[in-house]
Nanobody, 128 residues
Framework: QVQLVESGGGLVQAGGSLRLSCAASGRTFSSYAMGWFRQAPGKEREFVASISRNFGSTYYADSVKGRFTTSRDNAKNTVYLQMNSLKPEDTAAYYC?????????????????????WGQGTQVTVSS
């Protein structure tokens, strides 16, 4: 089992940047594919970005492609989401998620139901 704690959210003006971090407990972080999702009030949770267990393959939602970058540091048990050129429509609670995957898996996962563990979320608010 893994526990996830997000940080780095806050209030930023449109066009600004934020970097979210997600720290994982335990010694098996490298066994997990990781994902980022967001949920705005009154809306369903939606996929933002994901990174595979092996080789750091990444996948992004079209709405953030070219503006957001996800990366991981297995030595620090942490996954990051660098968010640039933020827009008011990026305002949401952001969640990281983890999925235990087979040893040689290089898949990126993009569905809520594919993840086993979730953090508590961190709020990002982008003002216009």
């Amino acid at each position: 089992q893994v526990q996830l704690v997000e940080s780095g959210g806050g209030l930023v003006q449109a066009g600004g940047s934020l970097r979210l971090s997600c720290a994982a407990s335990g010694r098996t972080f490298s066994s997990y594919a990781m994902g980022w999702f967001r949920q705005a009030p009154g809306k369903e949770r939606e996929f933002v970005a994901s990174i595979s267990r092996n080789f750091g393959s990444t996948y992004y939602a079209d709405s953030v492609k070219g503006r957001f970058t996800t990366s991981r540091d297995n030595a620090k048990n942490t996954v990051y989401l660098q968010m640039n050129s933020l827009k008011p429509e990026d305002t949401a609670a952001y969640y990281c998620a983890a999925r235990r995957t087979p040893t040689y898996d290089t898949t990126t996962y993009y569905s809520v139901g594919q993840y086993d563990y979730w953090g508590q979320g961190t709020q990002v608010t982008v003002s216009s």
